[in-house]
């Protein structure tokens, strides 16, 4: 299976900036979408932004122009630089993917969530 870990979060004032990394590991696999979502306490969760394997992005409309979505292939690893926050930007932000897992004798298609990491922002 196909683990992400969500990183990154914390507590900042308003205006400042951070960056979630979301590392996906595990067998062999490879991946298609990835996107980030958050969820504030009493809220439903909400899409905040995906890229495509084509480097494709797109951003809910609270966010855009202050948060960039990025990806290392490499690395197996999305970003989200975070910047000019303000308290309503307070959330878990959690990370998804979906792609091909490849077994020893077959192949399958999969769809992962991380745990999460806090984002805080104060005043």
């Avoid at 870990?5 to 991946?31: D, Y």
């Avoid at 990835?34 to 084509?54: C, D, F, N």
Wanted: charged share 20%; glycine share 12%; hydrophobic share 30%.
């Amino acid at each position: 299976q196909v683990q992400l870990v969500e990183s990154g979060g914390g507590l900042v004032q308003t205006g400042g900036s951070l960056r979630l990394s979301c590392a996906a590991s595990g067998s062999i696999f490879r991946i298609n979408a990835m996107g980030w979502y958050r969820q504030a306490p009493g809220k439903q969760r909400e899409l905040v932004a995906t890229i495509t394997s084509g480097g494709s992005t797109n951003y809910a409309d609270s966010v855009k122009g202050r948060f960039t979505i990025s990806r290392d292939n490499a690395k197996n690893t999305v970003y989200l630089q975070m910047n000019r926050l303000k308290p309503e930007d307070t959330a878990v932000y959690y990370c998804n993917a979906d792609g091909r897992l490849y077994h020893s004798d077959y192949s399958e298609d999969f769809g992962s969530w991380g745990q999460g990491t806090q984002v805080t922002v104060s005043s």
